[in-house]
């Protein structure tokens, strides 16, 4: 079985502060793959980044970073200088099993709410 | 452009009238899935499928029928609606070339059911 765990619920900053969502994943398989992905208030989801379980690099793309640490089951995702467009619900995911072919879809984490205000 | 398509965007509708939403998708892709979403519980997958003519049940199918007939198309099927059945519906595809590739989602289709 497999399971992520987005504790918080809803985070409220206000603009330009760094804000970190936390995600806590849980899996018996040695390989996975982690997933992000955001939802605007017009309720679209974006994929933003996909994570192996061999790779342990932090990953760096603009104003976004993901830590991914296998010791404690986490791939937390960071906002530095935060901007009233990141406002959306990010959602965790994993995927787990073995490689080619398979049919299970993804496990999604509960989201958070992400308020950024001016 | 690369783009899985779902309409009806919004509906709402009455209990026990059968309704479809469709799915379509420009990828050729194996994979199609669709998903729930409602408050508090994330995205829970109802279906998917792995070609034409191969369904089978994700987490939540109760209430739910779906149908591969084309590579393109995977159709949501709701015979009698219930209130329970009032949530944000995405579909998703993905090659299955690749089990862990990205998943491309539609835009949703928010159904209320009265």
């Known amino acids: 079985a497999q399971k992520v765990t987005q504790a918080q619920t809803e985070i409220s900053v206000v603009e330009k502060e760094d804000v970190t969502l936390d995600c806590v994943y849980e899996?018996?398989?040695?390989?996975?793959?982690l997933f992000w992905y955001k939802q605007p208030p017009s309720g679209e989801l974006v994929f933003l980044i996909r994570r192996n379980s061999f790779d342990e690099q932090n990953e760096i793309s603009g104003r976004y970073s993901w830590n991914f640490q296998k010791s404690t089951s986490s791939f937390n995702f960071t906002i530095t200088a935060s901007q009233v467009v990141d406002s959306a619900v990010y959602f965790c995911a994993l995927i787990s099993g073995p490689t080619g072919g398979g049919a299970d879809g993804l496990t999604f984490g509960k989201g958070t709410h992400l308020i950024i205000q001016p | 452009e690369a783009q899985v398509t779902q309409n009806p965007r919004y509906l709402i509708t009455v209990t026990g009238k059968k309704l479809t939403v469709t799915c379509s998708q420009n990828m050729n892709h194996e994979y199609m899935s669709w998903y729930r979403q409602d408050p508090g519980l994330g995205l829970r997958q109802i279906y998917y499928s792995m070609n034409v003519e191969v369904t089978d049940k994700g987490d939540v199918p109760e209430g739910y029928k779906v149908s591969r007939k084309e590579k393109r198309n995977f159709p949501l099927i709701l015979e009698s609606p219930s209130p329970n059945q009032t949530s944000l519906y995405f579909c998703a595809s993905r090659s299955s070339s690749g089990r862990y590739n990205e998943q491309f989602f539609g835009p949703g289709t928010r159904l209320t059911v009265l």
């Open positions: 899996t018996r398989d040695t390989t996975y793959y």
